[in-house]
């Protein structure tokens, strides 16, 4: 799941800069800013996503430590 998140946050920032270099590129700043919000978007669902499978991690060590003490 951590990392599903992960590459839909990749994708999403991409088609960002896509928007953004596009909007640049016509003079359209409403298409710029939608790229500018797409990339926050995006690098904040990688983030979710890292913060998800850290999270996982460190839920399951500290699980397999109390297996091993009692």
């Known amino acids: 799941m951590a990392e599903g998140k992960k590459m839909r946050g990749k994708a999403q920032e991409a088609v960002g800069k896509v928007k953004e270099m596009t909007g640049e590129a016509t003079g359209k700043q409403d298409l710029r800013l939608k790229g500018v919000r797409d ?3 995006g690098r ?3 983030a979710a996503g890292e913060a998800e499978k850290t999270v996982k991690g460190t839920v ?3 699980n397999g430590k109390m297996r091993r003490h009692t």
């Open 39 to 41: 990339q926050v978007k």
């Open 60 to 62: 399951e060590e500290a």
């Open 44 to 46: 904040a669902q990688q």
